[in-house]
């Protein structure tokens, strides 16, 4: 039986939803998503930092640029050029594989995009419908992207009004 869902974050979405589950509902919000501009822009720009990129550049030390400068944290100040951009190569390809474990091929799809941008300033990976609603499922999952998603039913049997959220 199809229910009625809210679902709403903190920075201003909301949406109803008909649904027979919570996780059905999500699955609603998730393809919604992925006409988002700004969330497909996330995804498919290759900057490191403002991009899902971001979140592979990083070994398991932490993130390779400084949030202060921008420039690469003093550890990795003693390799050549070469090595670190092996190094940083090595450990995206890494993140990539770990974020996409269970569906490799959405990995290499992305390495593949990611390096076909190598020597542009600007480039958008040309990603598949199957990967980019499933990009946009872990993005909405993994990250901060959608701080606090709520999705509540809405069920009017027993009362006349509920309060969906309240600040």
């Known amino acids: 039986m ?5 679902a709403h974050d903190n920075e201003g979405f909301f949406v109803i939803v008909k649904a027979s589950s919570k996780g059905e509902a999500f699955e609603h919000i998730i393809k919604l998503k992925t006409k988002d501009e700004i969330l497909i822009d996330h995804i498919t720009e290759f900057i490191v930092n403002g991009s899902l990129l971001e979140n592979f550049y990083m070994d398991e030390k932490g993130y390779f640029l400084d949030d202060d400068t921008g420039e690469f944290v003093e550890r990795l100040n003693h390799m050549s050029e070469q090595d670190l951009e092996e190094y940083i190569d090595n450990c995206i390809e890494t993140n990539v594989r770990t974020f996409w474990e269970d569906k490799q091929e959405f990995a290499e799809e992305y390495l ?7 020597g542009y300033e600007t480039y958008v990976g040309n990603f598949s419908d199957d990967f980019m609603f499933d990009a946009v499922r872990r993005v909405l999952i993994n990250t901060n992207w959608m701080n606090d998603i709520e999705i509540v039913e809405v069920d009017f049997t027993e009362k006349k009004i509920q309060i969906i959220s309240q600040s």
Do not use: C, I, P, Y
């Open 112 to 118: 593949d995009e990611l390096k076909k941008s190598k």
């Open 2 to 6: 199809e229910k009625t869902f809210a």
